[in-house]
């Protein structure tokens, strides 16, 4: 609410419509460009003092009747007596930019919201900041000074710049790789290849099913129920305005949908854990059997037992011995004989 009332306290910027044209590469094809707005507004509810646009033809009714001061659209198109007229080839792209010029965006909140979700595997930088019901998916990687808005999705792997806001409610599809400074919103389409593209609204599990209606009467989305209290913060719609699924056409209340999302998180979290003290057990299991292993291969090697050493081959008796042997066998002849040569 405090946010809300210093916005409403804040002094109007002012711009001249040639300043204007000149930041978006518009031609002033009507109109005195001297001549200062304050603001942007549609075309049934912008004064004097605002521009306002026409991006579609179904609006061309309103133009009509608009008390606009200038109006941006395509060159050629008609617009009211006394209005200027911005033409540009791309009228919505340069109303984009100029609604951040009269709007600037307030700073990031740097932080993750106890309402948000981030894979314990993802990276967020301690200077981005993540909204309540976002999603931060396994090895993404959110840069400093980024912002998740509330309920958006970042898909695995994916990478945000530094600088970068993901609007509420949008999704980041895995393995996007997203620049510094980009702006990401809901209904815009994103592809992990750059060649099969896919409207967010058309994944079922990222659970983009409801519109809302805007102060403005226009209704808003598709988005994810989480989205919608950033809406309200920002002024766009009230927290009484009933939610429209966009399959069914069925209106809810705010609350009763956030309680049934809130607790369907519940019970994928809670799915999430079990499956995470899974894995904390396998790895626990794995780390004792690397150590088993280890010790083995740190044990001393047993030494073998020496082989047996074989007896020794006999040896022949010494000279002295085989002398004797001679000695015992010499005849009565053969000592005759040697007794008659020694005399």
């Known amino acids: 609410m405090r946010d809300t009332v210093a916005r409403a306290m804040a002094p ?7 300043t204007l044209a000149e930041l978006v590469g518009a031609v002033l094809s009507r109109g005195d460009g001297a001549k200062e707005v304050c603001g942007i507004a549609p075309l049934d509810a912008a004064g004097p003092d605002e521009l306002s646009f026409l991006t579609h033809p179904r609006y061309r009714p309103q133009l009509a009747e608009t008390r606009a001061g200038a109006v941006l659209a395509q060159a050629g198109t008609a617009v009211p007596e006394g209005a200027a007229l911005l ?73 945000i710049g530094a600088e970068t806001r993901v609007a509420h409610g949008a999704v980041v599809m895995a393995g996007a790789q997203v620049g510094a400074d980009c702006r990401i919103g809901p209904g815009q389409q994103v592809s992990r290849d750059k060649t099969r593209w896919q409207p967010v609204e058309k994944v079922a599990d990222l659970r983009m099913e409801w519109k809302i209606k805007l102060v403005d009467g226009s209704l808003y989305g598709p988005l994810n129920a989480f989205a919608v209290p950033q809406l ?112």
């Open 232 to 343: 309200v913060r920002d002024g766009a719609t009230t927290l009484e305005a009933p939610l429209v699924h966009v399959a069914t056409g069925r209106k809810e209340s705010l609350e009763n949908v956030l309680i049934g999302e809130a607790a369907r998180l519940q019970e994928q979290e809670a799915k999430h854990r079990t499956e995470s003290r899974r894995k904390d057990g396998r790895l626990a299991e794995m780390r004792k059997q690397i150590e088993s292993l280890q010790k083995q291969l740190a044990a001393p090697t047993p030494t073998p037992p020496a082989a047996p050493t074989a007896p020794a081959a006999p040896t022949a008796p010494p000279p002295k011995q085989a002398a004797a042997v001679l000695r015992r066998e010499t005849t009565p002849e053969s000592a005759a004989k040697g007794q008659n040569l020694r005399q």
């Open 12 to 18: 109007p910027r002012t711009y001249s419509l040639e």
């Open 87 to 159: 033409a540009h080839d791309e009228p919505y792209a340069a109303v984009a930019t100029l609604m951040s010029l009269f709007h600037p965006e307030p700073p990031v909140t740097a932080g993750v919201h106890p309402a948000a979700w981030v894979d314990p595997a993802a990276d967020v930088d301690p200077v981005a900041g993540v909204g309540p019901g976002a999603v931060v998916l396994a090895g993404a990687c959110v840069a400093a000074g980024a912002e998740i808005g509330a309920g958006a999705v970042v898909g695995e792997g994916v990478a």
